[in-house]
């Protein structure tokens, strides 16, 4: 019985090796996602020219859900970090296929995004959102569209994915930007009050 546990903690322990290194090698953001993000902050801050924002996210939703398909940019420095991020549930599985802007809807909605500072809620720590897309995300606010953290977003709920055979992804959320609990001080520390969000996809 022993060994078997062994043997258990041995394949988990590859295959989380495995999977943190395929994470850390694969693409995260493409380039089309940069661009279409600045250019939408940029028509943005060209009618309201008192913004000044320090950090801009970036979420890809063209790669699969077991990417950190989110870069968080100094848009002082050019400095990036990238983080795993959630997509709603009844936006796809392993990826967002389907957005909307209807409440109760359950999906993620693309565009940018104003970050309205951070509050605790039901998750924990997380940060309010306005949609400032009048198609694509206008209900985010009256939606509690907002980003925040859970345990299901995680290399360990990829290999429980792995071994139910549900594919590696991560868990979904009702349709909120979720990271892993781990990193939500820091997202949240360069998001703060004032940044920008944007979600694309293809």
Not at 29 to 56: C, D, I, T
Not at 73 to 92: E, M, P, R, V, W
Not at 95 to 117: D, V
Request: charged share 15%; aromatic share 12%; hydrophobic share 40%.
């Amino acid at each position: 019985m022993k060994t078997k546990v062994l043997k258990g903690l041995s394949l988990c322990s590859a295959l989380l090796a495995l999977y943190s290194g395929f994470l850390l090698l694969q693409e995260k953001v493409s380039g089309e996602a940069y661009k279409a993000a600045f250019a939408a902050m940029e028509s943005y801050r060209l009618q309201h020219p008192e913004e000044h924002p320090r950090f801009l996210a970036v979420i890809d939703y063209s790669k699969p859900s077991y990417l950190k398909r989110m870069a968080v940019i100094n848009l002082k420095n050019g400095d990036q970090t990238f983080y795993l991020t959630a997509h709603g549930l009844y936006s796809g599985t392993l990826y967002a296929t389907r957005f909307s802007n209807a409440p109760e809807s359950g999906m993620s909605s693309l565009g940018l995004y104003k970050t309205l500072g951070v509050y605790n809620g039901i998750h924990g720590k997380a940060i309010r959102l306005a949609g400032l897309d009048p198609e694509m995300n206008s209900n985010a606010f009256n939606r509690d569209i907002v980003l925040h953290s859970a345990d299901y977003v995680s290399l360990n709920f990829i290999l429980i994915n792995l071994f139910t055979f549900n594919g590696p992804m991560i868990g979904r959320s009702r349709g909120c930007f979720v990271v892993p609990l781990q990193d939500i001080d820091d997202v949240s520390q360069k998001l703060n009050q004032g940044a920008f969000l944007y979600a694309w996809t293809e």
